[in-house]
């Protein structure tokens, strides 16, 4: 088996107005889809977050991706890993996503050889992953604070005829009863059965008091967490992680570094989760002598792919972390291969993030994956389990062409309601 054919579309998606440590997110969010595809007719599937800067790290990796084999996935890699300098967890920044491009890279080769493999091979890719675990993977509702409007074409205004999700979507939630209001309107559409709230927004007390509300009107059995994107202090994060006590499942980065997670590890009675402060295997030592988090969030778009993936949650194994999935706004590419992820892994301790909800359009065969009961259930057909819309990549790529937007920056958005706000790495 050869790859003869690589194919790199960037596309934009519509993007409510949502609230982060970072600013706002713009109308769209950019995704970039990769197609291998085979002498003897397979294609193999993959999705990134997109840029330029990423669609020129794929494109560079073309001449060591024509012509290998994608069975052999350590030999593909070690090509392109010969064609750069290695890239350092530094490189990732201090922005709530991750700056990296050849991690990206190589998560996307490493997703479509395995959507090649197995459609060669007949099997779902979570089979060639070490097996399936779990046939439906458990998610959890992700909340923002957010202003009105549902962006991309259907722009800031909000449709009054709306109602249930599809109302919660458009509406502005920006203080508790806003909240609340969004996680009751998600919960009833999904079957959520844990909810997340991307902090980082507002000073700690109006956060804290989001999720207390949350609790009061979810109970004990709804295990809810709070993000602040590591906009804390260490001692801010101490004060107010010792009010959120056996308010959370847990808190994620709310400080900045290994050494500030620690401490702050050693004096709040919280389960620290994070995707900032370890992110790489180069930080795995020191997560292990510094015990900066009991819960590591992989990302298969940051940590290499689904394979790396599954070597971080080896490592967790071995070192008595919990581990769990990050997101980043995707289409139905990146969840299946989450999907397959989640079912493949076996000590996965706490249902994944996802985006999902907030976008509307919509890139595969067959429509948006049904969310139901708080999960998705596992494709039962070889690779992935999704295919290409033809038709909706084409709408997805005008609108890219046509929005102009060639990376992320929500500060510049923020800039348009706030004027003169700029990204502090620390601002609490």
């Known amino acids: 088996m050869r790859i003869t054919e690589m194919h790199i579309t960037p596309i934009a998606l519509g993007d409510p107005p949502l609230l982060n440590a970072a600013g706002l997110h713009a109308p769209y969010c950019l995704r970039t889809v990769v197609e291998l595809r085979t002498a003897d007719g397979l294609t193999g599937l993959a999705e990134v977050p997109g840029s330029a800067a990423v669609d020129a790290a ?33 490189a990732r920044g201090d922005k709530p ?9 190589f998560s996307a080769l490493d997703v479509a050889c395995l959507d090649l ?15 399936v675990v779990r046939e439906r993977v458990p998610y959890s509702a992700y909340l923002f604070y957010k202003y009105e409007g549902a962006g991309g074409e259907l722009g800031f205004g909000t449709d009054p005829l709306a109602a249930g999700w599809a109302k919660a979507r458009q509406a502005a939630a920006l203080d508790p009863d806003g909240v609340v209001a969004q996680a009751e309107a998600m919960v009833a559409e999904f079957g959520f ?18 999720m207390k509300a949350l609790r009061k009107r979810f109970g004990a059995g709804v295990p809810l967490r709070l993000d602040p994107n590591a906009l804390w202090s260490v001692e801010s994060s101490i004060r107010w992680g010792r009010e959120l006590e056996g ?19 050693r004096e709040v009675k919280l389960p ?16 292990a002598r510094l015990e900066s988090e009991d819960i590591i969030l992989t990302d298969h778009h940051f940590w290499g792919g689904l394979r790396s993936s599954m070597e971080l949650a080896a490592h967790c194994r071995t070192f008595g972390r919990g581990v769990s999935m990050h997101s980043n706004n995707h289409a139905g590419i990146s969840f299946a291969a989450m999907t397959h992820l989640g ?19 919509e890139i595969i065969t067959g429509g948006r994956i049904a969310i139901e009961d708080g999960s998705v259930a596992l494709p039962k057909v070889p690779g992935l389990g999704v295919e290409l819309d033809r038709a909706a990549l084409a709408r997805a ?12 920056n929500d500060e510049i958005e923020m800039r348009k309601k706030v004027p003169g706000w700029k990204f502090a790495a620390t601002r609490w």
């Open 58 to 90: 794929l494109a560079a990796a073309r001449d060591a991706v024509i012509g290998a084999d994608p069975r052999n996935w350590h030999g593909l890699r070690a090509k392109v890993a010969a064609q750069g300098a290695p890239e350092t967890s530094r």
């Open 193 to 210: 059965r844990s909810i997340k709230l991307k902090g980082g927004c507002f000073e700690p007390a109006q956060e804290v008091a989001a």
């Open 272 to 287: 620290l989760a994070t995707n900032m402060c370890t992110t790489s295997f180069d930080d795995l030592p020191g997560s």
């Open 117 to 131: 493999q197995g459609k060669a091979y007949g099997v779902p890719v979570a089979q060639l992953l070490g097996g």
């Open 343 to 361: 079912a493949a892994m076996p000590n996965l301790t706490h249902a994944l993030d996802t985006h999902y909800p907030w976008q509307w359009e």
């Open 97 to 105: 996503w991750d700056g990296r491009t050849r991690v990206q890279v």
């Open 397 to 408: 790529h005008a609108a890219y062409v046509r929005c102009g937007l060639k990376e992320r």
């Open 247 to 265: 308010v959370l499942e847990y808190l994620e980065d709310p400080c900045r570094g290994q050494e500030g997670m620690a401490r702050v590890r």
